[in-house]
T-cell receptor
């Protein structure tokens, strides 16, 4: 079954800690994305990657970091520099061909800062 | 720059009634348009997409949307609401500006009354 997996489903972080959210896809997609979702604000792009070993900042990259060492994997680290990290985080992937630019989403990780 | 506006953060309908969720976009180049649905604590799923082939697009679960260039709209409709349609719906626009960027609307939460 092809798809995107995210882990963990729920994550709790103490202030000052870095945490890493996992995202894996077996769709053979070139592009991968991380979004943050807050109530009433839709999805905001954190980082995206179109090719292995390359990634670009989105609209709200401050306090986050990513890596893309393998095509299938795009982990997101929420650093202690992110002052308000409590949110729902969504990973997505897509092909880069025009008509197939629909994004496929993982089930999400809900991060809560204690 | 492109943008998406979803009119109404909340829409309530009775079971069996028409569903109409409004989406207006702004884009300087021909857009690709999408509607996604999100159930609580889950990722987004694609309902339908407009990729310039036909202006009336049919999606899953009897949803459809019509692209109206003159009105810059892409409203989502369903003839008869079902309780299982209660969810949050996101309109999105994607344009090719040397690489695809997708902008999501703020979302509309649909409530279905028995």
């Amino acid at each position: 079954d092809g798809g995107i997996t995210q882990s963990p489903k729920y994550l709790f972080r103490k202030e000052g800690q870095n945490v890493t959210l996992s995202c894996e896809q077996n769709l053979n997609h070139d592009a991968m994305y991380w979004y943050r979702q807050d109530p009433g604000q839709g999805l905001r792009l954190i980082y995206y990657s179109q090719i292995v070993n390359d990634f670009q900042k989105g609209d709200i990259a401050e306090g986050y970091s990513v890596s893309r060492e393998k095509k299938e994997s795009f982990p997101l680290t929420v650093t202690s520099a992110q002052k308000n990290p409590t949110a729902f985080y969504l990973c997505a992937s897509s092909m880069l061909v025009a008509v197939n630019n629909e994004q496929f989403f993982g089930p999400g990780t809900r991060l809560t800062v204690l | 720059a492109q943008s998406v506006t979803q009119l109404g953060s909340h829409v309530s309908v009775s079971e069996g009634a028409l569903v109409l969720l409004r989406c207006n976009y702004s884009s300087s180049v021909p857009p690709y348009l999408f509607w996604y649905v999100q159930y609580p604590n889950q990722g987004l799923q694609l309902l339908l997409k407009y990729t310039s082939a036909a202006t009336l697009v049919k999606g899953i679960n009897d949803f459809e949307a019509e692209f109206k260039k003159s009105e810059t709209s892409f409203h989502l409709t369903k003839p008869s609401a079902h309780m299982s349609d209660a969810a949050e719906y996101f309109c999105a626009v994607s344009v090719n500006t040397g690489g695809f960027k997708t902008i999501f609307g703020a979302g509309t939460r649909l409530f279905v009354k028995a």
